[in-house]
């Protein structure tokens, strides 16, 4: 069965402006309340829909230095949203090399893993610059959040149109959930 294919930042996309009082190095141990203080509601509620149509994650974000697949399921989990933490894909993430780029380590996950699914980027304005003009951005499977707005369902026409569409071109309907 394909299942299509998002790739998330965290900071910016997921979790606002709020990481200025939030430690990362102490997200292993991150609470309930903590949890659901940091992720954007909005944000959460439209990535669980895309969830809910049978999407599967990978996350992008430095987050991953501080968190691991169990940590992410937890923090989803305490947030109220436990289908996100369900929806890690089986290679759950995309770190970046010491020295590269988030568009380096998402090329680099797609060499690897990818099977043809359609797929798409959700990044924010300021760190995920270098993915604008990128096979991706021309493509239409780039949505750049502003931060301290990060994703809303304002984005779901861009998103839903770039997961119907296979990087073949072809129609991609998605499997029943």
Known sequence: MIRSIIFTD?????????TVDFDKHQAASITPKTAQQLLHKPAAEVLAD????????VITSNWVRFLDRAGFQRMFEGAGYPALGGALHATWSAPRAAA????AAIDTWLAAHHHGEPYLIL??????????????????????????????????PAIRAALKVLPCGKTFIPPAP
């Open 50 to 57: 895309l969830v809910g149509d049978g999407a599967l994650l």
């Open 100 to 103: 590269g780029t988030r568009l």
């Open 123 to 156: 990044d924010d304005t300021d760190s995920g610059t270098g993915l604008r003009g990128s096979r991706h951005d021309l493509d239409g499977r780039l949505v750049l959040c502003r931060p301290g707005t990060g994703l809303h369902a304002g984005h779901l």
């Open 10 to 18: 965290i900071d910016d996309v997921l979790v606002l402006q709020r």
